[in-house]
């Protein structure tokens, strides 16, 4: 937002991009200390920071730009120029959807293991305790169910009870796997059952990191469209 068409100067954008630069700067330093390696995370944590920075400096001038206090300057500033404020909510979103796609592409933590009941497995800050495993037929009868029922337990304690099954069909004479999804505020667990034999259940589990952030950057992108669209209230006068 700090370069506009046919307005951009040099040594007027130097003060403005101080703040961020520095901010930028120490973000990954700090992700540097606390042992990021990755030369692509470490690529968007500088992009994803002095981007927000810099939206985030808009807002702030903005709030800062009139006689009223912050809250009713930011909101006569939107009001009075909203493509603009609409279009930095819009880069909000693209920067929350990166941070969801890099941390869940990433840092995914995957692990295939089989259990008996009662025996569990660890994976990253989660432990499953295999329960055991029941044939449910389908209320149809067109095929039945193979639940396999575990309990998900985190650092804090029980989380819930996961039930991946696997469906046999009858009319097809196929095997079809419905995966369990436990959501979190800032990880997903996916809990995959592949089968048993001779009393060991097979399981494939995920634990993927920053998925709500792709859903909710898709709700701020959602917004700031909205704001952008509405209809232009000097043009509506003119």
Partial sequence: PLIRWR????????????????SSIS????????GVRDP????ATLACTLTLTTHLKEFYDASRSGDDKGLSNLYAAICGDHRRF???????????????VCGSSIYENR????????????IGDYTLEYQGTEAI?????????????????????YIARAMPDLFYSFRFEET??????????????YIIYQGSEEGYALF????????????????????????????????NEA
């Avoid at 307005?7 to 520095?22: M, N």
């Avoid at 293991?113 to 660890?122: C, I, K, P, V, Y």
């Avoid at 634990?207 to 043009?235: H, Q, T």
């Fill in 7 to 22: 307005r951009y100067k040099l040594d007027e954008l130097k003060p403005k991009i101080t703040v961020s630069v520095l």
């Fill in 27 to 34: 973000v990954v330093l700090i992700a540097l200390i606390l």
């Fill in 40 to 43: 692509i995370t470490i690529s």
């Fill in 86 to 100: 609409g279009g930095y909510i819009v880069h909000f979103s693209l920067i929350v959807m990166v941070i969801g």
């Fill in 111 to 122: 692990d295939i293991f089989t259990l008996q009941a009662g025996s569990s497995h660890t």
């Fill in 137 to 157: 037929h389908s209320p149809s009868g067109d095929g039945i169910y193979y639940v396999a029922i575990l309990d998900l337990y985190g650092e804090n304690g």
């Fill in 176 to 189: 079809y796997q419905h995966v369990y999804i436990k959501s979190r505020l800032f990880e997903d667990i």
């Fill in 204 to 235: 494939e589990a995920r634990v993927i990191p920053l998925v709500s952030f792709i859903w909710w950057g898709g709700v701020l992108l959602l917004f700031g469209g909205m704001i952008a669209l509405l209809p232009d209230k000097r043009r």
